[in-house]
Structure formats: C-alpha cells, structure tokens
C-alpha cells in the first residue's frame, strides 16, 4: 500500500518570493508521482507528473518537482511565485499497475503581496 | 466545453433525506470516479467504474450507491442523509483505470450541507 505525506499544511510566502512545498511517500513498489492544483471553489487540476525518465519534472504556470528516489520525495517548487498561485496543493501516488490514486492531505500555499 | 461536469453544484437538505449527485465527462474516457473531500481538505476516494464495471469500491456506507447508465455517466445516489456526510464530492474521469496512473480529470466539486 502507498501513502503520502504533505509535511506542511501550510505554507505563507512573500509574492515573486521561491516557495518549496515538501511531499513524502511511500510505496514497496513503483510508483508514479502526481501534484495537483485546487483553486477556490474549483476542482483539482494537474500541475505535474512523474511517470518514468528525467527525475526533474517540469509543470505547468512555471512549477517544476524533483522525483528523489532515495529520499522517498517529490518536493514542488517555484522560483518566484504570483498571487494568483494561491491555492490547496496535492500531492498524489499511484501505483505503477494502476486502479487508484492517493492523495496527500494538501498544503495550502498563500501569497502575500 | 466543460469536461466533467457535476449538478449540482451546491445541494443543502435536511438529515434523513435521499439526494443524488450527477456527473458527465465528455472526454471519451473509459473509467470514473467519485471522491470525497472533507472539512479539512482530505480527498479520498470512494466509488471507481471502468466501462460501467464497479472496479473499487472503498469502505463506504451502504447508503452510498453509485450508478452508472453508461461510461459517460457516473451518479451518486445517498439514502438516509447524516450530518456526517457533509462534504465535497468530486467526480472525476480518467482514459482507462490503468491511466488514473497518468492523469485524472476532475470535475468542480459538488459541496453537499446536511443540516
């Protein structure tokens, strides 16, 4: 069985500041790796994924997110973020056979101006 | 043209009710899914169909019963509503069950209220 881990539950950041949201799994087989984007009052939208290949996966509205086999990790990460970024960030595993996705508990990353 | 679509959007009624939810993909896709989110933003999965096929089913209340026509549609039917099951539900779809592996496509969320 898999699980996921979103170290902070929040995370408040400076606009045009970097922001690191941490995620955590594991897994006793492969995996594919997810972060979703849920805006207010909106549905989850994929940011990235990690299927196989390059471990430095690069997403949409300029995120990107390092597959760390060794460290179990596949943090998000944006150099310099916008208001509009604010948003509940999901962290999701799936294993490599399919059937279902689990999600992390979310961070919510607020923007200040 | 929205992908996955969920009416209602918004649903309040009264414990001890029967609601149900709607979801449609126009997306093609051969499997859907129901998700729950709670108060504290948890997503968790509930009900999935491949091509009208109960695939999973998680430890869900019998009140809980999902249909599906058809693999464009998925409803969510709930007997005897109890506070509890106050929430989000999201539907969402994905090409194939192997494929919820490389991309799920959600729809807006359904937030039902029990009062």
């Known amino acids: 069985a898999q699980s996921v881990t979103q170290l902070d539950s929040q995370v408040p950041v400076f606009e045009e500041a970097p922001v690191e949201l941490r995620c955590n799994y594991s897994?006793?087989?492969?995996?594919?790796l997810f972060w979703y984007v849920q805006y207010p009052n909106q549905g989850l939208q994929l940011l990235l994924k990690?299927?196989?290949?390059?471990?430095l996966v690069k997403g949409i509205n300029g995120f990107e997110a390092e597959f760390n086999k060794s460290q179990t990790s596949f943090h998000l990460r944006k150099p310099s973020v916008h208001i509009s970024d604010t948003a509940e960030y999901f962290c999701?595993?799936?294993?490599?056979?399919?059937?279902?996705?689990?999600f992390g508990a979310g961070t919510r990353l607020f923007v200040k101006a | 043209d929205t992908a996955v679509s969920q009416t209602p959007k918004y649903l309040v009624t009264q414990m001890g009710n029967d609601k149900s939810i709607k979801c449609e993909q126009n997306?093609?896709?051969?499997?859907m899914y129901w998700y729950k989110q709670d108060s504290k933003k948890f997503l968790k999965i509930m009900f999935s169909?491949?091509?009208?096929?109960?695939?999973i089913n998680e430890t869900v209340p019998n009140r809980f019963s999902p249909k599906s026509p058809d693999k464009a549609h998925l409803n969510l039917h709930i007997n005897s509503l109890e506070l509890g099951d106050s929430a989000v539900y999201f539907c969402?779809?994905?090409?194939?069950?192997?494929?919820?592996?490389?991309?799920?496509?959600f729809g807006q969320g359904t937030r039902l209220t029990v009062v």
């Open positions: 969402a779809s994905s090409q194939d069950w192997a494929s919820m592996a490389t991309e799920a496509f």
């Open positions: 169909y491949n091509n009208k096929e109960l695939i």
């Open positions: 997306l093609g896709h051969d499997t």
């Open positions: 990690y299927l196989s290949g390059s471990t």
């Open positions: 999701a595993v799936a294993n490599t056979g399919g059937f279902k996705t689990i």
């Open positions: 897994s006793s087989v492969s995996v594919y």
